[in-house]
């Protein structure tokens, strides 16, 4: 399985992704610098979290318009697998692959703490190993992760089953007490029409350690290995 980590000034998950991927797969994925202008041969990429460019402007904006994304971009519209982790889940609404934007936390302070999300779709390359209603915990961490949409936009998402995560509480109830940052009915991750780009705020790559029993993001890598091979 080829992957490829972009990586952006700013960047600070990339190594994490980057070990999870090897501890999956078994295949040290390929670090690519934001400034490169054409991806090498993947059968996925990730765009992961941090603060691209100091977050200056809006959470994103600028590596959106960074080289390599035109690649991403026209690779994403050809079917390629793509997955935003927080600050790449900017990145991707910032570019266009995804609708909506990422705006502060309706608490107006960083959030960084484990949270419970439940699987609205596990029909997709990222989530057919899940269980569907399946509650599954997730660390966060971010400081614009509130997802907003307006209505038409929102309605057109819940139409074509694009809502992949919501952000529960511990018995799976989706509501106002166990939404941690205000996003619009409680969104914590989306894919585009095609199914084939995803963005979360939620970190996967920091849920795959069996020893601390916080593993619940490896079922995500695995579900696209079984999707991809």
């Known amino acids: 399985m080829k992957t490829s980590v972009i990586v952006f000034p700013g960047s600070n998950c990339d190594r994490d992704v980057a070990v999870s991927i ?31 460019f100091g977050d200056y402007l809006r959470c994103g904006s600028i590596a959106a318009n960074s080289p390599i994304m035109k690649d991403i ?3 994403a519209k ?5 997955l935003g982790i927080c600050n ?3 990145i991707l609404t910032e570019s266009g692959l995804l609708p909506g934007t990422l705006i502060k936390n309706d608490c107006l302070s960083f959030i960084c703490k484990i949270v419970s999300i439940r699987v609205e779709n596990n029909q997709t390359s990222f989530s057919n190993k899940y269980k569907k209603n399946e509650i599954i915990n997730i660390p966060i961490a971010h400081n614009e992760g509130n997802f907003f949409a307006n209505s038409d936009t929102l309605k057109k998402i819940e139409d074509a089953n694009q809502i992949i995560f919501r952000y529960c509480n511990a018995n799976g109830e989706i509501n106002n007490s166990s939404n941690p940052n205000g996003s619009i009915k409680n969104i914590a991750g989306i894919t ?5 780009v995803l963005g979360m705020m939620p970190h996967p790559e920091r849920a795959t350690c069996n020893i601390t029993k916080l593993n619940d993001g490896e079922i ?10």
């Not at 050809?78 to 793509?82: A, S, Y």
């Not at 585009?192 to 084939?196: I, M, V």
């Not at 890598?221 to 091979?229: D, R």
Request: hydrophobic share 40%; no cysteine.
């Open 22 to 52: 090897k501890k999956i797969t078994n295949f040290d994925p390929m670090m690519v610098w934001h400034k490169e202008t054409s991806l090498p041969k993947s059968d996925l990429v990730i765009i992961p979290g941090g603060f691209t």
């Open 73 to 75: 971009i026209k690779k």
């Open 78 to 82: 050809n079917g390629l697998p793509i």
């Open 88 to 90: 790449g889940f900017q």
């Open 192 to 196: 585009n029409e095609n199914g084939n």
């Open 220 to 229: 995500l890598f695995k579900s696209l290995v079984e999707s991809l091979f």
